[in-house]
């Protein structure tokens, strides 16, 4: 393969991790004092991250945008965190997590590290309890779990529809003990501009302080992204308004490869747009379909009549619901994958079933789970022959305890009671599965920049399944990053801090600085949002849940006129120095504009469906992707060579040595 | 809708702020009150003014990062959500709506909407953890089981987003509800127990450190807090405290 | 000590507990002037026992007045304190959306209270300290009943009584259950407090302003 050395230890399956670790170098504790690194972003991954190696001893300086480590968009996450505990005795493994992960991710994962992965997330569960995450325990003070899309077991731990916050919350507390001891300095309201590259390696980053407009340099002997996905760059998405790809996009222009930048994961439960002001899609947990059933009407008047206001969801008759998701997938049901259950909405929609004013959206109906906790708990309260009302009470309850928070979120966004009339929903995107390439270390191709979180690409191949993403944030940044990167780190005992004021700082400062000028000095026709919105249009409309080659051209097409007219004519208020939101858009716009026609591009080379890559042409009678392992097992990572569309490719073949390549069935 | 609006505007830190009137047309009600201010910007950039400046980001009521003190109320009227959450139907036609920033001393204004929160971090990082590493070599999840109601009460107590909502509903600007509920989080647990003197006591020398009130009970904050924090916490904080000081 | 004193939850505990001394004190006091109504040698004797038993004149007497000192010092102080914590006030605050007036008020009405305490004190202790120390009377103990009903005989001062309870009132509204959360008590018992410190909070001050109007309206004649 050349270039791409994806450096995953020679062993059996199980074992290698335990090898790896066993054998990579390590830095002593006095040396750890005199080395310094940079954590950009400090979500679950960064965060973790960051409190780890400063605990470890090194020095560490973490870098976000918000104004504290607390408000990363991990703490959005709602319905919880995977673990192979088999706590409930329902046959889970490691492997089993394993298997679920690769398959889940359509079979275009690494498996070393899936693997690791699912060893290190029991690991997590101990690790957060111990700091004081209050997950949700069960009567016998035992923790409880659920059931996520895509597994046949109970494996998600889980705080009320509020996981990812303590999470968060658990990691931050861990950051802010090492801030307590001095050993992490928090740069909060900062942004990465750039990074800076001395003798090939990663030594430090450009910020801009948020507050003040001052270009800073920061050096370090390695620097580790942890900065999210790029889901934003369709504009709506349920990423926070901040997300961004800067951090990575500056990375790969400056030699980072790109990897499967078009796996991105739409999910399906999300609250329908409601008009052209909205600015952000807001997500209903995964674990919503624990219980919910999703339904459209059965015939096309019907869907009609409910678009009209004429007829309620709640007038049509079973027999005239189509739940189609447990018609076409009796094994899974509603709890198929996030790629299908998506594709299977936009299905019904696209053939008119819609169910809200502009058709693009289906219910999630709790009515029948109500009915069947709520004869549950009247029996265990010894009711045999509770009456109807009060059985609806009783699983109201049950439901409120146990997804009260999305309830109340969504009546408050859509002003309807969930408790009463169906919720509707419609995909969204979500979750970038793509990001930097890193090897088993999470090295980028730069050297000294690792890659952790949802910013690389390693472990969810072309689809995430539900509550993987805190596991993967939290075990690469609690536990594998900062032992991998010692190996790194052992060979700079001797290298000294690093100066600020070589010419190669000097040099990328002086880039930032024009760069930011250029942006100012177009004294243009039209906001960043502007920008923004349409190239949302393009990605949604032609990259989105179905692609095919001809959209997809025209999509590289119109991002780069797009790009060009943004560079011309984008309109920025005010100044440089001081605090200034627009500015800070302008340069992550900027940034996502070449990422969209790299993403385009690369959904355009990868001829076959698999995951959340749906292209139109590669698929079954039935309408189930088609994937081609023959020609396209393989990691796309993108070598950046000035415009996004002489972007190269390297491929890194992907080698299933434990798993046999199958068709993806949930039938 | 057509709205009045009256925002405080400031240019920095250092500049002296007032009021400016706005009037914003075809407003919404499916509109949240961060989506009216995003037409208002998109409005005034079009006219080459300065958009008003505002912390937001994830919008879905969880990341604390909104705020804004609106008609006299932190988040608004509504009960029980955020800004980015408060949506225009609350709203009439013709009102005139006062947005300020959330006011303490404790809270430096930093531009027009935007103060400055890190004295919330400050005061976690005196101690608002457990010290424990997070090498992964800890006892087993399950080897201490919590009583579930303990359990729950933390979770209740840990769901604080942070955002000041309290400090500034608290006519005295007070931050016990914010400082009890990281108290209360740990103090309900085994794990927490072990540093519970300790803790509340750096976590409150921080508190009355950074200038703010003192509480006088008037609940104003329970009420105005988005997540419902519960008063209790703050009881529950001045018995650790009391017993912390009690034991030395 | 001195590091627990400037704590601000210690300031809150003292507060409370100097209230709550005071809420004491306050039913004491009523209970003894109720008997000016029902009985009144019932009331020159205990009024005469409080005036001349060395325990209560010379230990309970200065606590009580350490404690009124004490509670409106750290009134003050608060006060002080809280104010700076807003520096740069709202244009436009809604208190009254989220928060009792009582609770947010109790500066004004424990001023007023105060100022009521001055009046009080000129009416009675000052007057007593007179009688007693300075013009060094002999003892008389039936003299109690009929300088109190006096005191009541203009109109000015029963008005005045009558507002200044008014507020008391008010205070205990807030004050008597607020002092428990202070001491951290916020369990199951907290709705007994709440409910007991209305009852209270009403009951007390508008006996005492019965008292007051009763004799007004029954003036002694001579």
Redesign the interface.
Known sequence: MGILDSKVPSGPLAEKWTKHKNKINLVNPANKRNIDIIVVGTGLAGG?AA??LA?LGYNVKTFCY????????S??AQGGINAA?N?QGDGDSAYRLFYDTIKGGDYRSREANVHRLAE?SA??????????V??????????DNRSFGGVLVSRTFY??G?T???LL?GA???M??Q??RGKIK?Y?RHEMMDMVLVDGKARGIIARNL?TGEIERHSAHAVVLATGGYGNVFFLS?N???SNVMAAWRAHRRGAFFANPCFTQIHPTCIPV??D????L??MSESLRNDGRIWVPKRIEDAQAIREGKLKPTQLKEEDRDYYLERRYPAFGNLVPRDVASRAAKERCDAGFGVNKTGEAVYLDFASAVQRYGKEEALTRGMKNGDSKTITQLGKDIIEAKYGNLF??YE??V?ENPYETPMMIYPAVHYTMGGLWVDYNLQTTIEGCYCAGEANFSDHGANRLGASALMQGLADG??VLPYTIGDYLSNDIRTGAISTDSPEFEYAEKEVKDRINKLMSAKGQH?V?YYHKKLGKIMWDKCGMARNAQGLEEAIVEISALRADFWENV?I??GTD??N??LEKAGRVADFLELGELFAKDALTRQESCGGHFREEYQTEEGEALRDDENFKFVSAWEYKGEPKDAVLHKEDLVYENIELKTRSYK | MKLNLKIWRQ??ANTKGEMVDYTINGV?????F??ML??LN?D???K????V?F???????????CSLQINGEPHGP?R??TTC?L?M?KFNDGDTIVIEPFRATAFPV??DL?V???A??RI?????????????N?????AT????DK??D??YA??C??CGACVAACKNASAMLFTSAKVS??AL?P??RVEATERVENMVRQMDLEGFGNCTNTGACEVECPKGISLENIARMNREYLSATVKG | MSGLIKSSIARKVVMALSGLFLVFFLAQHFTINITSVIAPDTFNEWSHFMGYNGLVQFILQPILIAGVIVHFVMGIALEIKNNKARAIKYKKYSGGANASWMSRNMIITGLVVLAFLGLHFYDFWIHEMDYKYIAGNAEDPTRYYQETVEKFEPFWRTVIYVISFVLLSLHLWHGFASSFQSMGVNNKYTPAIQTFTKIYAIGIPLGFIFIAVYHHLNPITH
């Not at chain 1, 690991?123 to 004081?132: E, R």
Request: with cysteine; net charge negative.
């Open positions: 973790s409190a780890t605990e918000q104004d504290s480590p607390r408000r990363a968009h703490i959005a505990k706590y290190e690991n997590i569960i101990d690790q957060c309890v111990a700091q004081g209050p997950f949700a325990r069960d009567y016998g003070g035992l923790l705080a009320k509020q990812g916050q303590q919350l931050y507390s861990a802010n003990r801030i307590n928090p909060n507050v349920t926070a308004m901040g409601s008009g002001h909205q600015s952000k807001t997500l109340q979120m408050k966004i002003d609690y536990f906001s949002d309109k208020p005010g001081g605090m939101a627009e | 240019k920095d919404e009600g499916d509109m949240s961060l989506e995003d037409v998109e005034l950039i079009n080459g003014k300065e958009p400046q912390d937001h980001d994830c919008r879905e009521g969880i990341c604390g990062s509504d029980l959500v959450q949506h139907r930093i531009k935007v400055d929160r890190t919330f971090d976690q990082q005196a101690g608002g953890y457990i010290s424990v590493n997070t090498s992964g800890t006892v087993d999840a399950n089981p919590i009583e579930k359990a729950d933390s979770f840990a769901t987003i942070g989080q740990f647990l794990q927490g």
